[in-house]
């Protein structure tokens, strides 16, 4: 059975950096895509990043180029996203997830499937 368990969320003052981690475990044989997304208060859950199952294809929401990156070590289970300069809207539960279909690509939260239970970011002063 699949598991993903994200950690390193907490409060950071804005402009400060956070990473968090995502665990995965259950694969059965080739790991999968995996993506971060979030959802902020009242909002819908958006996707922040994905990373191919070998880490080569990245891609990233505009809202969060340039301050935020994806990368994964397979050898450990585990995907990282460093979010670095961050703001008051980055403030949101940050899950992870996977289709466990596409090795490449990450589809819309509503395509996915298996997720964590999330952890908060707070960007506060």
């Known amino acids: 059975q699949v598991q993903l368990v994200e950690s390193g969320g907490g409060l950071v003052q804005p402009g400060g950096s956070l990473r968090l981690s995502c665990l995965v475990s259950g694969f059965a044989s080739e790991p999968y895509a995996i993506g971060w997304f979030r959802q902020a208060p009242g909002k819908e859950r958006e996707g922040v990043s994905c990373i191919s199952a070998r880490g080569r294809i990245k891609s990233y929401a505009d809202s969060v180029k340039g301050r935020f990156t994806i990368s994964r070590d397979n050898g450990k289970n585990t995907v990282y996203l460093q979010m670095n300069t961050l703001k008051p809207e980055d403030t949101a539960l940050y899950y992870c997830?996977?289709?466990?279909?596409?090795?490449?690509?990450?589809?819309?939260?509503?395509?996915?499937?298996?997720w964590g239970k999330g952890t908060l970011v707070t960007v506060s002063s």
């Open positions: 997830a996977t289709d466990l279909r596409s090795s490449v690509s990450c589809q819309p939260a509503s395509g996915m499937d298996h």
